[in-house]
Nanobody, 118 residues
Framework: VQLQASGGGLVQAGGSLRLSCAAS????????MGWFRQAPGKEREHVAA????????FYEDSVRGRFTVSRDNAKNTVHLQMNSLKPEDTAVYYC????????????WGQGTLVTVSS
């Protein structure tokens, strides 16, 4: 099982980035997927989630209205479109597979660093 996040980088405040997570999981379309992030010196926090079929999504208050999670089950990928980025969004972002929309992750991917400059 492998989850590989990509798409991070340096962006100015107000800008956008699109993260992708490529998953090598059998029966990928039976897993809900989540995005988490960990800022320097802080604990990892949940950001967003999407159900196995993509019909249900969830966003933490800190990103609701700015981030959009989506998935393409034909390509075993999940995306996180991040708009109106703020310096406080700076973190390493991780994707994770979970059995239910907000259940504990069962597989974690490697992270991708997002840095938002002011």
């Amino acid at each position: 099982v492998q989850l590989q996040a990509s798409g991070g980088g340096l962006v100015q405040a107000g800008g956008s980035l699109r993260l992708s997570c490529a998953a090598s999981i059998r029966a990928f379309d039976t897993y809900a997927m989540g995005w988490f992030r960990q800022a320097p010196g802080k604990e990892r926090e949940h950001v967003a989630a999407i159900s196995w079929g993509g019909g249900s999504t969830f966003y933490e208050d800190s990103v609701r209205g700015r981030f959009t999670v989506s998935r393409d089950n034909a390509k075993n990928t999940v995306h996180l479109q991040m708009n109106s980025l703020k310096p406080e969004d700076t973190a390493v972002y991780y994707c994770a597979a979970r059995k239910t929309l907000l259940g504990p992750p069962v597989y974690w991917g490697q992270g991708t660093l997002v840095t938002v400059s002011s």
